[in-house]
């Protein structure tokens, strides 16, 4: 697992300034989104019961216990996936690049990375009344490479992360050029 410390490809003198996982929010609509599903087994057992004389024959009883362990064992299976995917993704701010690690799906994983170099434009968007409220949002990182943006999704203190990566590349920058005119002198 990554830390705070210490992950891959960690070069030597690179040190760790920003460790960022998504807004807890997300854990939030994971959960509101399970429990909206688990509600719907609920909903039509009572209409059933209720409005037709479907349930009292036991076969027909049986199969719809099945049906109903089947969408249970389907949802806590969404529940889990989208908390790994929430758990698992992560940002790394170094000294000297940004690292995109990013779950995609349960068994698929995504890393990126950007030296602070070839930034070329940091967005933050805070979209929305909760995300105002909450203060998280996304930050848009654009680069002249192929993979045109790096995308920090629904992450807490956007505008600050934002802000601070900006600061770290014109940092880098300068000094890269003082570095330069030195080895020329």
Not at 130 to 140: K, Q
């Amino acid at each position: 697992m990554y830390s705070r410390r210490n992950f891959p490809n960690q070069k030597p003198n690179e040190h760790v300034l920003m460790f960022i996982h998504r807004h807890w929010i997300a854990v939030f609509k994971i959960i509101l989104m399970s429990a909206f599903f688990a509600t719907i087994p609920i909903l039509i057992y009572i209409g059933l019961q209720n409005y037709t004389g479907f349930l009292e024959n036991e076969s027909y009883f049986a199969f719809f216990v099945i049906l109903v362990s089947a969408f249970y064992l389907f949802v806590v299976l969404f529940a889990y996936a989208n908390f790994v995917d929430y758990y698992l993704d992560v940002w790394i701010v170094t000294n000297e690049r940004v690292i995109n690690i990013e779950q995609k799906g349960l068994f698929s994983r995504e890393i990126s990375e950007k030296e602070l170099g070839n930034m070329q434009d940091i967005t933050s968007d805070v979209d929305g009344f909760w995300a105002t409220i909450l203060n998280y949002g996304n930050v848009y990182i654009q680069t002249a490479a192929e993979k045109e943006r790096f995308v920090f999704k629904e992450i807490p203190f956007a505008d600050e992360v934002a802000r601070r990566i900006s600061n770290l590349v014109a940092e880098y920058q300068k000094l890269n050029k003082t570095i330069e005119i030195d080895k020329m002198s």
